[in-house]
């Protein structure tokens, strides 16, 4: 029934929110949920999802067939999808709306792990009308490294939110200097009028290698072709062949087999329910920069999690009035505010290249521009080259 989901005190605000979200004009920052539903975790920390297998992440770079390599970032990207869609919702039915992040918020981490080493996280807010975030996620050890952007365009039809991603994702394995173009996935909220929403993908996306390998990943949820929820099959190809080189399928919240050709020989399964996932290091908070996400909302997230939400609302209004501020002030000083990693470009060439390939448009307008990682930036703060190096180069160079 209508609410199931919605705890006996906010049932009346939900069904006030069923009915403000039919007339949603497509920003999901603009959406005023009801408490129940807000999440403490801010959009900038979901760039966290495509490493949390750190071992998976780096396997392409570790096999000299590009045949395999193509396999093993298919392979990897399949591994990412539970924690991307469905890791805050174990409990089927309790995703929650996100914190919308700042202009300029980062989220930064590494996670350790014994056979994959070392890999760095660079999150941050680019953009914040229309909200957008981009990452880098490096293994300098096995010389992989992932850099993408994305921001969400949303809209409201028949009890669900669809939502298409704009932006994307590129891998890249120094070794063999190759590159993977990612599509994002559309999804769509189901589960909205019993107030308990989940996320199913839908449709379907491909990956593009430099080295001439497409894998396309279809999509089906409940009551489609398996009647499982959160279903797919993928394939395999070399470009412009028909030949299907592998296939996958299953479910991404659950197993997965990878077989031979069409599907003739089970090469291996995938359990993504017991693979386990790194975690993540972060920094304590009071040695976090001020623009990091925990530090920054560490207020407003107390009071959520307190389930407070006046004083939620009140912190909140700081962070914004603070922003707000500082817009005014860059707009009166006729300058832009200074993004810590990523620049904003024309074009990014070597996307543009693999795109027009499986037919993909780049949206500039729809996420502020196109933004590269900016290793040189990266560098002053630490990342890639050694700090001490870029410190020494800079002063060379004055
Ligand atoms: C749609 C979503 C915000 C965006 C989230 C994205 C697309 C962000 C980029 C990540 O790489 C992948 C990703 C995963 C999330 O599943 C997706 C979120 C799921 C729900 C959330 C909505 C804004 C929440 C709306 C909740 C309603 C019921 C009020």
Redesign the pocket.
């Known amino acids: 029934d209508e609410g199931a989901g919605v705890p006996p005190a906010a049932k009346s605000s939900w069904s006030q929110f069923l009915k403000t979200i039919t007339s949603f004009n497509g920003d999901?920052a603009s959406?005023t949920?009801p408490p129940f539903?807000l999440s403490s975790t801010s959009?900038t920390e979901?760039?966290s999802?495509w490493a949390e297998h750190p071992d998976l992440f780096v396997a392409p770079a570790l096999d000299s067939s590009p045949q395999q390599r193509a396999l093993h970032v298919l392979k990897w990207f399949l591994s990412t999808l539970k924690q991307?869609?469905s890791s805050r919702n174990e409990k089927l039915g309790s995703?929650?709306?996100?914190l919308n992040p700042f202009l300029g918020e980062l989220f930064l981490g590494h996670w350790d792990h014994p056979t994959a080493g070392r890999t760095e996280l660079i999150s941050e807010q680019v953009s914040h009308h229309p909200p957008v975030t981009a990452y880098a996620i490096i293994n300098a050890q096995h010389g992989v490294k992932l850099e993408g952007y994305?921001g969400?365009k949303a809209s409201f039809a028949r009890g669900t939110?669809n939502?298409r991603?704009v932006g994307h994702a590129m891998l890249h394995l120094e070794k063999w200097d190759e590159h993977y173009l990612i599509q994002l996935p559309s999804?769509h909220?189901e589960g909205?009028i019993y107030g308990a929403?989940y996320?199913e993908l839908n449709k379907s996306c491909t990956i593009v290698s430099s080295s001439g390998y497409v894998a396309k990943i279809d999509f089906s949820g409940k009551g489609w072709i398996s009647g499982k929820k959160n279903s797919f099959t993928a394939t395999l190809t070399k470009e412009g062949a028909k030949e299907v080189l592998y296939s996958i399928d299953g479910q991404w919240t659950g197993n997965f087999e990878i077989k031979e050709g069409k599907g003739k020989n089970v090469l291996e399964s995938y359990n993504a329910k017991t693979n386990m996932t790194t975690p993540l290091a972060i920094a304590p908070l009071d040695s976090q920069d001020p623009l990091e996400s925990r530090r920054a909302w560490s207020k407003v997230q107390a009071a959520i999690q307190a389930g407070d939400m006046d004083t939620t609302g009140v912190e909140k209004s700081k962070i914004e009035n603070e922003q707000r501020e500082l817009r005014k002030k860059e707009k009166e000083e006729g300058r832009e505010w200074e993004r810590r990693f990523f620049t904003r470009v024309e074009e990014n060439k070597l996307f543009k290249t693999l795109a027009e390939r499986v037919g993909i448009e780049p949206e500039p307008e729809k996420t502020d521009g196109v933004w590269i990682f900016d290793e040189a930036k990266a560098a002053k703060w630490g990342y890639g080259k050694k700090k001490e190096e870029a410190e020494k180069e800079a002063v060379l160079e004055n």
């Open positions: 999901l959406l949920a539903i959009l979901y760039s999802y991307q869609y995703e929650k709306k996100p994305n969400q939110i939502v991603q999804l909220i909205i929403p996320v």
